[in-house]
């Protein structure tokens, strides 16, 4: 991936969409796979989408702090709000899980949004690398670049994409609801249609990045951590140590230091950047 | 004569029908995929959790199917295994038939097959897709540039006889015997170098369609090193079976040389089966000693989930114990119809381990409680393939057989193995009089047949 170095990227800048030299060289080498590239990008078989990398002095991550969950999911419906996310689709999901049996029974609940892992699975086993991993830690989708394979769903272990089935809440394309675009991205894909991108592709928790301004800070935190009542989600800078909680100003680095923090399938070695404060 | 003649009367009609029944299907099948391209995936049921069906079971199982089709040619055009040599072209065209079918299911089940070529235009080496996607083209390249060589002195006979493509036979037709010598010992060099390209190839065509499953962690019945190497043996079981049959049905070979030629490929497939039912307990014992969790669920699905009938009689029955049966009975494996059978079960049996492969693995969600976090249908619990999809499957599968069988009557399939056939019997020692003098009138006979049909 084509990742800048510069200071102040801007997340609306057109990096360059083609396949940086050193693919080049290894297409040059699959010779047939060079050829098919150019008949691709002659016949205009060659999509993308602008891709920005966000600011590359920072890790976007959240902690969340299961003592202070009441599990009342408003961080899924805010979510499908932020996102107007079609039926079928979940970005953020709130998992319950119960064990054992009467009278000794435990209960689980957390919320689960996409862990933007550092050793994402999902952007590795993408045939066009439209699951992309940005500077910044978050892992986007250019759903033009797409081709809907959903070799991604099979290999996230945490379950976090969902592909467009192309489900609506409303058949009526005229109704007031479909003519507002969906905001992700910074409203890039326009409105929803049939067959149009993003129905086809696969989607995923973006950690809202189009509230991000043009340094990649964020003008607002993501709208999950932003209603949550309970004060639970956390989402912050995980890179600087200084950095403080979006929402709610604790320092993300202090609150990691505090309780034992964990992370979900840490044995899988994915690196989440979702932290989880036991109950 | 009269004899022959009936015989080939009743193949006729009986051929008629099996024409009217794949067109009949594949016409069902076109509908039901214009459908599909119209409506998009919302006509399947996959779901979050399952987002790989029917379609990518197929694909894998068509592209076993090829891999395991090809690597059987290796043995005579690079390992120079004599015995099998008529059966060379056929199983190089069943390679390429199947491979096209698996490419075309792959397609089929894109959310937007129109982009397909981003594949090629932005490569990512880490996937493993994008390196199949490539090797498949690479894989379609040699076996064209082999079925090429192997046919076309077949071919060239037909400027002379007529026949199907006689236009084309005339353009490739040699000047000579000494000409045609010549090409023959070129070809013969050229065969052994795409064979030897070709088995890595193959063997990454297929080793790797195993790879794009056995490095996906998050799904540990797949997670196994063993995967690739199973995918690999039961390719070879899958293609040995299919090429069984199909030399079984259509081979037009004298009667004695085609039992030998059949009971020798039999005997090879039943052997990789058993080889298979090997590599699958080991798998087994060592999931179920240890019991994690994970891995026992997907196991448990496939061996008493509510499909645990395409394991126990698909699979295991009808798919390995009872071919090997057959093949290993005294009386039944010296006749062509039970070899024939056989050969279908296996290659019958293969679509339940396709099936088995990809979907029971993914029924066991990421997290146990998954399925209950949004009330969607995309959401649920299971899969169970869409009427679309089944009509898509079924679709393909008949307008492949339908394709294959055109393609077989075109090509000069019986000429090749007819020669192949001299070939083989001439190296082996000296010709049987009484094969030779069947062998031409009956398959004079094939010819005339062959010409009028189509
Ligand atoms: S949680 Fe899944 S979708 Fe999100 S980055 Fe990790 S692997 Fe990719
Ligand atoms: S569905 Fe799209 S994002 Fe996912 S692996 Fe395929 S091409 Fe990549
Ligand atoms: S960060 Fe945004 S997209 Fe992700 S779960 Fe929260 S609201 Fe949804």
Not at chain 1, 121 to 144: L, N, Q
Not at chain 2, 84 to 110: N, R, T, Y
Not at chain 2, 179 to 189: G, I, L, M, T, V
Request: proline share 6%; glycine share 10%; charged share 15%.
């Amino acid at each position: 991936m084509a990742r800048e170095e510069n200071d102040t990227p801007t997340p609306q800048a057109d990096a360059e969409p083609s396949s940086p030299p050193d693919r080049r060289k290894l297409l040059g080498l699959l010779g047939g796979g060079a050829a098919l590239a150019a008949v691709a990008s002659l016949g205009g078989c060659k999509t993308t989408s602008p891709r920005a990398e966000g600011a590359q002095t920072r890790r976007w991550g959240m902690v969340i702090d299961l003592k202070r969950c009441i599990a009342c999911k408003a961080c899924t419906i805010a979510c499908k709000n932020e996102n107007k996310t079609p039926p079928g689709v979940a970005y953020g999901v709130f998992l319950e899980e119960e064990a054992g049996t009467f009278p000794h029974v435990r209960r689980t609940a957390f919320f689960r949004p996409c862990m933007q892992c550092e050793k994402s699975s999902c952007s590795k086993v993408c045939p066009t690398g439209a699951t992309y991993h940005r500077a910044d830690g978050i892992v986007a989708v250019d759903y033009k670049r797409c081709i809907g394979c959903r070799y991604c769903i099979a290999a996230c272990p945490y379950g976090a994409r969902s592909f467009d089935y192309g489900h609506d809440y409303i058949a009526d394309a005229k109704n007031g609801y479909n003519l507002i675009p969906s905001s992700e991205y910074g409203a890039a894909y326009g409105t929803r249609a049939k067959g149009k991108s993003p129905s086809g592709n696969v989607r995923k928790c973006t950690f809202c990045l189009h509230l991000q301004d043009e340094n990649g800070d964020y003008r607002e935190p993501t709208a999950c951590a932003r209603t949550c009542m309970g004060k639970a989600i956390h989402f912050g800078d995980l890179k600087n140590p200084e950095a403080t909680c979006l929402v709610h100003g604790e320092k993300m680095q202090a609150l990691l230091a505090k309780r034992s923090p964990y992370r979900l399938k840490e044995e899988l070695g994915n690196e989440p950047a979702v932290y989880y404060l036991p109950a | 004569m009269t004899n022959t003649l009936q015989a080939a009367n009743e193949g006729r009609s009986s051929r008629l029908l099996g024409h009217v029944v794949l067109l009949a299907l594949s016409a069902v099948g076109i509908w039901a995929l214009s459908v599909r391209f119209s409506e998009g995936l919302i006509v399947t049921h996959l779901t979050q959790h399952v987002p790989w069906g029917l379609w990518i079971s197929l694909y894998i199982y068509f592209i076993g199917l090829s891999a395991g089709s090809f690597l059987l040619s290796t043995l005579i055009y690079v390992f120079g295994m004599k015995r099998f040599e008529a059966a060379g072209p056929l199983a190089l065209l069943q390679a390429l038939g199947c491979l096209v079918l698996g490419m075309l299911l792959i397609w089929i089940d894109l959310g937007h097959p129109a982009r397909f070529l981003n594949v090629f235009a932005y490569w990512n080496y880490s996937s493993v897709l994008a390196w199949e996607s490539a090797l498949y083209l690479a894989y379609s390249v040699v076996i064209i540039a082999e079925l090429y060589l192997v046919l076309r002195p077949a071919l060239a006979r037909r400027a002379h006889s007529g026949g199907p493509l006689a236009g084309l036979a005339k353009k490739l037709a040699f000047a000579g015997e000494a000409e045609e010598k010549a090409w023959r010992s070129k070809a013969a060099r050229w065969m052994l170098l795409l064979g030897i390209i070709g088995i890595p190839i193959a063997i990454g065509v297929h080793g790797g369609t195993g790879a794009i499953f056995a490095v996906v962690k998050s799904r540990p019945t797949w997670y196994t090193g063993l995967f690739p190497i199973v995918f690999l043996v039961s390719a070879l079981a899958s293609g040995g079976a299919l090429l069984t049959f199909l030399t079984a049905i259509s081979s037009r070979l004298p009667k004695a040389q085609k039992l030998d030629l059949v009971r020798s490929l039999g005997r090879l497939t039943v052997g990789v089966v058993a080889l298979d039912l090997l590599l699958l307990g080991s798998e087994m014992l060592v999931v179920f000693y240890g019991g994690i969790p994970h891995h026992v669920a997907g196991w448990h699905q496939i061996m008493f989930g509510p499909f645990w009938w395409i394991f126990w009689f698909v699979q295991v029955g009808l798919g390995a114990v009872v071919p090997i049966l057959v093949v290993l009975g005294k009386r039944t494996g010296n006749a062509i119809g039970p070899l024939a059978i056989a050969g279908l079960l296996v290659v019958f049996g293969i679509i339940g381990v396709r099936l088995n492969i990809v979907v029971p693995a993914q029924i066991e969600p990421e997290f146990a409680t998954l399925p209950d976090a949004y009330h969607h249908l995309r959401f649920v619990r299971g899969y169970f393939p869409s009427g679309n999809e089944w009509l898509v499957g079924l679709g393909v599968v008949a307008i492949g057989t339908w394709l294959f069988f055109v393609a077989r009557r075109l090509l000069p399939l019986d000429e090749a193995e007819q020669l192949a056939g001299d070939h083989s019997t001439a190296a082996a020692g000296p010709p049987p009089i009484h094969a030779k003098a069947e062998g031409r009138p009956a398959a004079a006979a094939g010819h005339v047949s062959s010409g009028g049909d189509l």
